[in-house]
C-alpha cells in the first residue's frame, strides 16, 4: 500500500487537535472500556473476533496511523489513539517505514508507537510490516520484538521499492515464510486493491492476493476506495477465486483540500469520483468544509456497504486525524460507550501475556493507570486473585513517568488556566479541587478539567455519586484525588459500577483517599480511634510519620464480584506497603505537574513548596458496604471540629 502519511501537512503532526464533541464531556463515561471477549479465559484473538462478527452479522470498524516524525508528535499520536479507543474500534493499526527504522526503539518508530498503545493504552494493534529491504534474519529479529512487546497481529506487505537486499519479492513469500516460523503465533493480514494494484492488471491483483491467503493470510483490508460498484465486483471476483477470509473495506475521508491533492498525484490506481472532486474543489480554501464533505461522503459510501451487505466491517485510513473519523462513526452508529462491557474495574492491556495473568490492581493508581502499567512493565508475574506480599517484586522508579508515553507535550498555558497564574495561599488551591468538582469555572473564569493525579480528564461518573460529600471535604481543605462509593449488588451490566461477564454481582466498599495538612492530620488520628470500621493507612511527604490499622502484609479487598459459574472475582485491593510506594508519586506529582508550571524559584513554587512540606496523605476505607455510612460520620464529626470557618459557609450555600 501507498504511505498514506504522504497525504498528510508535516505541520500537523506536533499540532493538538481536540474533537469538538469530546470538549465538554464532564457527564460522559470517561474510562477506556475493555471488551469483555478478550479477557482471561474468554480470550479471543483477532481473527476470531472478526469472525464472530461476520457470524453474527455485528458491523465493527477500525482506525490506522502512521508514526509522527518527532517526540511530541508520538506523544501527541499515542493520547489521541488513547481517547479515539473509547469509541470501541476493534483494532487499530500503525503503519511502516520500509527498512529496519520502523522497529528501532525511538520514540518515533512503528514498534514503539504500536507497543505504547498494547501495553499502556489497552488497543489492540496490528502492526504493519514491509519485508522490502529485510533479510529473513532481520524479520526474524523484528517480529521476535513485537512478539515481546505483545503484539500478535501483522500486516504482511512487500513494499513498494523491491530492493535487491530483500529476501522477498513477494508479499505472498513473507506470508509463507511467517506461517512457517512462527505458525500461528500471530494474525496474519495482507492487502488488497479493488481497483487493482499500481504495478500489476486488477486480474492479476487478484490471483496475487489469491496467493497471500493460500499462504496462510487470515483477512483482507483493501486499499482506499470510493466507489461501491467497484468494489462490490471486487468482492464477487474474490468469491469466484475461492478467497473465502474476511475482507475490510478500506476508505479514507478526505479532510482538507491538500490531501486530495497529494492523492491525486500518488500512483495508487484508486479513482477519486468526479463529483467528491467538483465539491472539494468549490470549497479548496475551506478546511472546515471539506471535512464535512469527506465525512458525508464516507458515511454516504459505508451505509451502501452495509446496505449491500459487502463487508462486515471498514478500515478507516484517519491520516492521524481525530475530529472526521469520530463523526463517521458516531454517525453511524458503530462509536460505543458501554463501560459494562469491561471485564475489570480498571484499564487492562491488550498485551496478551499480562492480560490472562493478571486480575488484582491496587486502588491507589485507579486515576493513573498508565503510570501503574508504566511501573510494573518489568514484571515476570502479576499477583493473582488475592494480592499476597506486596514488597516483591519491586514496582519500577519514580523516573519511569517521564517516558515519552507519559509525558505528553504540555502546554503551560492551558494548565495555568486551571490551577493559577499565581498561588498566594492554600485557599488558591482549595479553589482548583473546588472547582474541578463542581464543574464551574475558578476565579480565573476557566473551567478545571483536570488535575495532576488523574490520566484522564474530568470527573469519573461514579464520582457524582458522592460529589456533594466530597466538595464538602475539599471546602475544608481536605483535597481528595481517589475515591469510590459503597456498592451492594449492582447489576453486572450497571452502566457506572458495571465490569465482569453477563449476570454478575458488583460489590464495593467505600474508600477514599486525600492530603491534609499536618493539624487536621492529627485530629483525623484522634478521631479515627471511635470509628472500628474504617481502615486507614496515612503518611507525611517524607514517610518518617505513618500510622495504619492494616494488619502486616495483609491487603483488604476493595472490590468484588460474584458471576455464574466462578469463583468470586476481586480485582481492587488496598495494601499498606504499596500505598507507602504510591505515596512517593502522589507527593511528587504536586511539583512534577503543578510546581514546574512557575519558572525558576518565584513565589507561587514557593507558596505551593511550603504547602507540599506540610502535607499528609491519608486513605480511608469503610469496611460496612452494606450501610456505608461510617465514612460520612466521621468526615462529620472531624468537620466540626477543624480550625477553618468554612462549615457556615458550606451549610448556606454559598
Given amino acids: 500500500m501507498p504511505c498514506l502519511g504522504n497525504l498528510v501537512d508535516e505541520e500537523f503532526e506536533g499540532r493538538w487537535e481536540i474533537d469538538s464533541d469530546a470538549s465538554d464531556m464532564r457527564f460522559e463515561l470517561c474510562e477506556s472500556p475493555t471488551n469483555f471477549e478478550y479477557c482471561h479465559n474468554d480470550s479471543k484473538n483477532l481473527i476470531e473476533k472478526i469472525k464472530s462478527k461476520v457470524r453474527n452479522g455485528t458491523k465493527f470498524y477500525s482506525l490506522e496511523f502512521f508514526p509522527p516524525r518527532t517526540k511530541d508528535g508520538a506523544a501527541n499520536l499515542v493520547s489521541r489513539m488513547d481517547r479515539m479507543n473509547k469509541g470501541m474500534p476493534l483494532f487499530m493499526d500503525v503503519t511502516w517505514h520500509a527498512g529496519k527504522s520502523s522497529a528501532s526503539s525511538s520514540t518515533c518508530s512503528s514498534m514503539t508507537i504500536a507497543s505504547t498503545a498494547v501495553n499502556f493504552c489497552g488497543i489492540e494493534i496490528l502492526l504493519h510490516v514491509t519485508s522490502d529491504g529485510?533479510?529473513?534474519?532481520?524479520?526474524?529479529?523484528i517480529l521476535d520484538d513485537a512478539y515481546s512487546h505483545?503484539?500478535?497481529?501483522?500486516?504482511?506487505?512487500?513494499?513498494d521499492n523491491n530492493s535487491e537486499d530483500s529476501d522477498f519479492r513477494y508479499a505472498s513469500e513473507f506470508v509463507a515464510w511467517m506461517k512457517?516460523?512462527?505458525?500461528?503465533?500471530f494474525v496474519i493480514a495482507v492487502a488488497g486493491y479493488p481497483e487493482g494494484h499500481p504495478e500489476s492488471t486488477y486480474e492479476d491483483s487478484l490471483v496475487h492476493l489469491k496467493e497471500k491467503v493460500d499462504a496462510g493470510a487470515d483477512f483482507v483490508i483493501t486499499q482506499l476506495m470510493f466507489d461501491c460498484d467497484k468494489y462490490e465486483r471486487f468482492v464477487e471476483d474474490c468469491a469466484k477465486c475461492n478467497i473465502n477470509v474476511p475482507i475490510l473495506a478500506g476508505v479514507l475521508p478526505i479532510q482538507n483540500y491538500d490531501s486530495l491533492r497529494k492523492l491525486k498525484k500518488l500512483a495508487c490506481n484508486v479513482e477519486v469520483p468526479k463529483e467528491l472532486v467538483e465539491m472539494i474543489e468549490e470549497k479548496k480554501d475551506d478546511d472546515e468544509a471539506i471535512r464535512e464533505i469527506g465525512v458525508k461522503f464516507t458515511v454516504e459510501l459505508i451505509e451502501q456497504l452495509f446496505e449491500r451487505n459487502l463487508t462486515a466491517g471498514v478500515h478507516i485510513y484517519t491520516l492521524n486525524r481525530e475530529i472526521g473519523p469520530n463523526k463517521i462513526v458516531k454517525e453511524l452508529g458503530l462509536f460505543s460507550k458501554d463501560k459494562s462491557r469491561r471485564f475489570f474495574p480498571w484499564q487492562t492491556t491488550a498485551n496478551n501475556g499480562r492480560l490472562v495473568s493478571e486480575d488484582v490492581r491496587p486502588v491507589y493508581w485507579a486515576q493513573r493507570p498508565k503510570s501503574y502499567m508504566t511501573r510494573t512493565k518489568t514484571w515476570d508475574e502479576f499477583p493473582n486473585g488475592r494480592w499476597g506480599n506486596s514488597?516483591?517484586?519491586?514496582?519500577?522508579?519514580?523516573?519511569?513517568?517521564?517516558?515519552?508515553?507519559?509525558?505528553?507535550?504540555?502546554?503551560?498555558?492551558?494548565?495555568?488556566?486551571?490551577?493559577?497564574?499565581?498561588?498566594?495561599?492554600?485557599?488558591?488551591?482549595?479553589?482548583?479541587?473546588?472547582?474541578?468538582?463542581e464543574g464551574t469555572p475558578n476565579k480565573q473564569g476557566y473551567r478545571v478539567t483536570s488535575l495532576p493525579w488523574a490520566d484522564e480528564q474530568n470527573l469519573q461518573p461514579e464520582t457524582f455519586v458522592i460529589r456533594?460529600?466530597?466538595?464538602?471535604?475539599?471546602?475544608?481543605y481536605l483535597f481528595t484525588i481517589n475515591s469510590q462509593p459503597p456498592v451492594n449488588c449492582a447489576k453486572s451490566n450497571d452502566q457506572t459500577f458495571g465490569w465482569g461477564p453477563k449476570n454478575g454481582y458488583i460489590y464495593q466498599k467505600a474508600y477514599i483517599e486525600f492530603f491534609a495538612r499536618s493539624k487536621d492530620a492529627k485530629l483525623i488520628i484522634d478521631k479515627l480511634s471511635k470509628y472500628p470500621l474504617l481502615s486507614y493507612t496515612l503518611s507525611n511527604k517524607a514517610g518518617t510519620d505513618c500510622y495504619t490499622n492494616y494488619k502486616k502484609n495483609s491487603p483488604i479487598a476493595l472490590t468484588w464480584g460474584v458471576f455464574p459459574g466462578?469463583?468470586?472475582i476481586q480485582p481492587t485491593i488496598a495494601d499498606y506497603k504499596t500505598f507507602l510506594i504510591w505515596k512517593d508519586e502522589a507527593f511528587a506529582l504536586w511539583m512534577e505537574k503543578w510546581g514546574k508550571l512557575y519558572e525558576g524559584s518565584g513565589e507561587s513554587k514557593k507558596v505551593l513548596e511550603d504547602i507540599v512540606d506540610d502535607l499528609y496523605l491519608i486513605c480511608l476505607v469503610d469496611n460496612d458496604f452494606v450501610a456505608g455510612t461510617s465514612l460520612w460520620e466521621f468526615f462529620d464529626e472531624v468537620i466540626k471540629e477543624l480550625d477553618n470557618d468554612v462549615e457556615n459557609v458550606w451549610e448556606n450555600g454559598s
Fill in 150 to 159: 505483545g503484539i500478535r497481529n501483522i500486516l504482511a506487505l512487500s513494499g
Fill in 180 to 185: 512457517t516460523e512462527f505458525n500461528d503465533e
Fill in 566 to 568: 466462578r469463583e468470586i
Fill in 391 to 437: 514488597s516483591n517484586p519491586a514496582f519500577g522508579d519514580l523516573d519511569d513517568y517521564h517516558l515519552f508515553y507519559m509525558s505528553k507535550p504540555i502546554n503551560p498555558t492551558k494548565y495555568l488556566e486551571m490551577w493559577g497564574y499565581e498561588l498566594k495561599s492554600i485557599d488558591d488551591i482549595r479553589d482548583v479541587f473546588v472547582s474541578f468538582l
Fill in 134 to 141: 529485510l533479510t529473513k534474519s532481520d524479520l526474524r529479529e
Fill in 468 to 476: 456533594d460529600e466530597i466538595l464538602k471535604l475539599n471546602h475544608n
